[in-house]
C-alpha cells in the first residue's frame, strides 16, 4: 500500500467552478500536511500546509484535513484557467521530518 | 529577496563524466534536500542534510554525492556510475519539518 496516494486525473473542472482535489495517507500518526502546485516544466511552489483537523483557508484555497478518515483535500474556488497544474500532496509521516509525496493530480481549468 | 539558486538551467553530460549541480539559498533553512523527478514518477529522494557537515542518503543515492560544507549551500555530483542520469533535478530547503522552498531545476540529459 502506497502511503500517500492521489488520483492522477487528469481533473478537467470550467472556469469558475470548485475544483476538489483528494490525497489520502496510510500512517494515522502523521503530523503535516502540505500542497504543492507545479506548472508544466516548472518546480513545484508550497501553497498551503494545515497541521490540525478541520479547514485552512487562504484565499481561493481551503485545505481540509481529517485525520480519523486520513484524507487531506485541497478545494480551489473559482477555478481559473491559470490553476492548470499538478498539485502535489506531501505528509511527515509519524517519526520523519521528510515528506511523503504523492504522484500529484493533474487539473485542467478550460474557459 | 531570500530564495534558493540553482544552476545550471540545463546540463549536458557525457558517458563517463561527473558533472555538479549547484545549490545555494540565503533563507537561513537548516535542511537541504535533493530530488529527481522523472516523467510520471514522482519525487525520488536523493540525499538530505539537516546541518552543516552532516548528510543522509535517501531513496536512490547510488550514482550521487554530496557535500555540506557550509549552510548556504549543498551541491549535488552525479557520477558516472549514475547509468541513467538524464532528469529534473530539485534542491529544496526548508526549516526542519516544515514546508520545503524549491529552486527552479536543473535538466541534466545525457549526450
Known amino acids: 500500500q502506497k502511503e500517500v496516494e492521489q488520483n492522477s486525473g487528469p481533473l478537467s473542472v470550467p472556469e469558475g467552478a470548485i475544483a476538489s482535489l483528494n490525497c489520502t495517507y496510510s500512517d494515522r500518526g502523521s503530523q503535516s500536511f502540505f500542497w504543492y502546485r507545479q506548472y508544466s516544466g516548472k518546480s513545484p511552489e508550497l501553497i498551503m500546509f494545515?497541521?490540525?483537523?478541520g479547514d485552512k483557508e487562504d484565499g481561493r484555497f481551503t485545505a481540509q484535513l481529517n485525520k480519523a478518515s486520513q484524507y487531506v483535500s485541497l478545494l480551489i474556488r473559482d477555478s481559473q484557467p491559470s490553476d492548470s497544474a499538478t498539485y502535489l500532496c506531501?505528509?511527515?509521516?509519524?517519526?520523519?521530518?521528510?515528506?511523503?509525496f504523492g504522484r500529484g493530480t493533474s487539473l485542467i481549468v478550460h474557459p | 529577496d531570500g530564495g534558493i539558486t540553482q544552476s545550471p538551467k540545463y546540463l549536458f553530460r557525457k558517458e563517463g563524466q561527473n558533472v555538479t549541480l549547484s545549490c545555494e539559498q540565503n533563507l537561513n533553512h537548516d535542511a537541504m534536500y535533493w530530488y529527481r523527478q522523472d516523467p510520471g514518477q514522482g519525487l525520488r529522494l536523493i540525499y538530505y542534510?539537516?546541518?552543516?557537515?552532516?548528510?543522509q542518503k535517501g531513496d536512490i543515492a547510488e550514482g550521487y554525492s554530496v557535500s555540506r560544507e557550509k549552510k548556504e549551500s549543498f551541491p549535488l555530483t552525479v557520477t558516472s556510475a549514475q547509468k541513467n542520469p538524464t532528469a529534473f533535478y530539485l534542491c529544496a530547503s526548508s526549516i526542519t519539518g516544515g514546508g520545503y522552498t524549491f529552486g527552479s531545476g536543473t535538466r541534466l540529459t545525457v549526450v
Open positions: 506531501a505528509v511527515n509521516i509519524r517519526g520523519s521530518y521528510i515528506p511523503t
Open positions: 542534510s539537516q546541518i552543516v557537515n552532516d548528510f
Open positions: 494545515i497541521y490540525s483537523n
